[in-house]
Nanobody
Framework: VQLQAFGGGLVQAGGSLRLSCAAS????????VGWFRQAPGKEREFVAA????????YYADSVKGRFTISRDNAKNTVYLQMNSLKPEDTAVYYC???????????????????WGRGTLVTVSS
């Protein structure tokens, strides 16, 4: 599975961006997908995840109510709609595919096997 995140950019606080995670491979629709982010000098942290069918979604408390994760399996793409952006949302955002269960839960980076190259989101105050 090859993943590529794109859609980042510079936005003012209060603005919106939509990130996309495009994947190759016919089995992408059978994988759960997560979004993570890493700010300078900080560890990579969980942002949101969606199950393979789109039936369940999970969010970090810091983004709940502002971000929405969704997917279009026909297009092999997962989206992250980010609204009401804050300067503290500034980070490189990564998408990752969960292809086998390690028992750590979708909020853990170690649960994911494939990672895309990140896309930078910068929120100015």
């Amino acid at each position: 599975v090859q993943l590529q995140a794109f859609g980042g950019g510079l936005v003012q606080a209060g603005g919106s961006l939509r990130l996309s995670c495009a994947a190759s491979g016919r089995t992408f629709s059978s994988y759960d997908v997560g979004w993570f982010r890493q700010a300078p000098g900080k560890e990579r942290e969980f942002v949101a995840a969606i199950t393979w069918s789109g039936g369940s979604t999970y969010y970090a408390d810091s983004v709940k109510g502002r971000f929405t994760i969704s997917r279009d399996n026909a297009k092999n793409t997962v989206y992250l709609q980010m609204n009401s952006l804050k300067p503290e949302d500034t980070a490189v955002y990564y998408c990752a595919a969960h292809t086998q269960d390690y028992g750590l839960g979708l909020r853990s980076t170690y649960e994911y096997d494939y990672w895309g190259r990140g896309t930078l989101v910068t929120v100015s105050s």
